[in-house]
């Protein structure tokens, strides 16, 4: 007899190339975003913007991988990849930051574990500035 997991696979939702949607959105399972959104995209599991993607407002996330555009505020609760092909003009909240070469970043970025984050109790004696490497 099957197991019950192979009976209700992870759903994996979709916003397809040449589609834009606004709104505020809110999803369940995991998201993958070829086409634009205008809006508020919640997402209690992972987000993938391909290289095609645009996100235009805000975006949460348990995990996101972005190869495409997101403008706004991003608000990351584990890992945030931004691969090179990635333009991110927006304040950047994470636990953990992954940035390939190429990738473009604007804003203000925050990083730190959910509960450093809400308690402002972040360790900065680990973190070596840019300029001093």
Do not use: W, Y
Not at 112 to 130: A, F, N, Y
């Amino acid at each position: 007899m099957p197991k019950a997991a192979t009976l209700n696979p992870p759903q994996v939702n979709m916003v397809g190339r040449g589609t834009h949607v606004q709104g505020d959105f809110t999803v369940a399972g995991d998201i993958s975003v070829s086409g634009h959104i205008t809006g508020t995209l919640k997402v209690e599991g992972r987000v993938t913007i391909t290289k095609d993607g645009l996100v235009d407002g805000s975006l949460k996330a348990r995990e996101a991988d972005v190869a495409g555009q997101v403008k706004g505020k991003v608000d990351v609760e584990e890992r945030l990849v931004l691969r090179g092909t990635a333009r991110v003009d927006a304040d950047i909240r994470t636990a953990r930051l992954v940035v390939e070469e190429g990738a473009l970043c604007n804003g203000t970025c925050t990083m730190g574990s959910k509960q450093s984050l809400e308690l402002g109790t972040l360790d900065t004696s680990k973190v070596t500035p840019i300029a001093a490497r």
